[in-house]
């Protein structure tokens, strides 16, 4: 598999339904379009197929710009077109398309392949900004992903709102790749299928379309709140783990995704152990260590933090939970 380009847009694109896509786009395809300003925008949408509000966002802009000048450049890739025809994050044999990146921990496949060239395309016409968009399956407020603590990426996911999420783990990551060549931000939009994360998105995406440059001051301590990930949280897979099912090696509590984004006490309890001598989950800190018994006890067969922590990305789906984790932890960080 090869990656293809393309210099026009096909008229089917602007009307096309997400599910219909991996029809009018089957392979990799990255698209360039001119624009007033000669360093491109680039935008990826996709990367996990049920993630809809990149592309429908991404749509909204392409229709707008139909018959007008694009203020600025703009290349877009349309990420994992396949799994999005069956609305998963990714098939079964597919690699996760957001760990492939230059800069991924994962053996070399076809797929590193393409975002290894997509890379190398985008450095030679000096991409000006990255976006990558994509939706959580928790309940999460919107915000944007920094791997990068510098003047012009604040400035980039300030852009989007106050919450800021500065991360280094996982590897592989478009917005890790690109963040060597560009100030680049993942905006989270919440849950898909929203039309205000839609609406957000679009706006978002022609406002740095219409930034002639990005500033390089310091975004005022009040504007932003940044978070960094302290860990990640997984099950570990020899674990049976269910939200209603009391047989299970992990009991999850069902109102978990309720407390995202919000302060929480050590002693709080995410679920019940059925053994008490087995810790169910593996907390794996920035530096790739193991920190279970930083963040985790068990406490009369309760699965309860030690220490007051702030949880994002908990959700109710099982299979994403497999796919990907249980949750990130972070802690806020003053610049
Ligand atoms: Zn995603």
Redesign the pocket.
């Known amino acids: 598999m090869s990656l293809k380009q393309l210099y026009s847009i096909p008229k089917e694109l602007l009307s096309i339904d997400v599910a219909s896509l991996h029809t009018l786009v089957p392979e990799p395809t990255l698209f360039h379009l001119p624009g007033k300003h000669k360093r491109p925008l680039f935008i990826s949408v996709l990367?996990?197929g049920n993630?809809t509000t990149g592309f429908l966002a991404l749509q909204k802009l392409l229709i707008k710009y139909d018959q007008q000048e694009l203020p600025r450049a703009l290349s877009f890739y349309l990420g994992n077109t396949e799994a999005a025809s069956q609305g998963l994050?990714r098939l079964e044999q597919q690699p996760d398309f957001?760990r492939i990146w230059p800069g991924t921990e994962t053996p070399p496949n076809s797929e590193t392949a393409i975002a290894q060239v997509i890379v190398t395309i985008m450095a030679e016409k000096k991409v000006f900004a990255s976006i990558d968009v994509?939706?959580?399956t928790g309940l999460n407020p919107h915000y944007a992903c920094i791997t990068k603590l510098d003047d012009q990426f604040l400035q980039l996911a300030n852009l989007f709102g106050r919450l800021v999420v500065y991360f280094t783990r996982p590897k592989g990551v478009q917005c890790g790749a690109f963040a060597e060549l560009c100030p680049a931000v993942t905006l989270e939009c919440g849950k898909p299928g929203h039309p205000h994360g839609v609406d957000h998105a679009f706006n978002y995406l022609n406002s740095c379309l219409h930034l002639s440059s990005l500033a390089n001051h310091t975004v005022p301590q009040q504007d932003i709140d940044i978070y960094h990930t302290v860990a990640q949280v997984k099950i570990n897979p020899d674990i049976t783990f269910s939200f209603d099912n009391s047989s299970a090696d992990l009991l999850l509590d069902k109102s978990i995704e309720k407390i995202n984004f919000t302060e929480i006490a050590k002693g709080t309890s995410l679920g019940y152990v059925l053994d008490q001598t087995n810790m169910p989950i593996s907390a794996i800190n920035e530096k790739g260590e193991w920190v279970t018994n930083k963040f985790f006890t068990i406490n009369n067969n309760h699965l309860q933090l030690k220490t007051n922590t702030m949880p994002s990305m908990l959700t109710l789906d099982e299979k994403v939970i497999k796919q990907d984790c249980l949750c990130y932890l972070m802690e806020k960080i003053k610049l």
């Open positions: 990367l996990h993630e994050r957001n994509h939706n959580n």
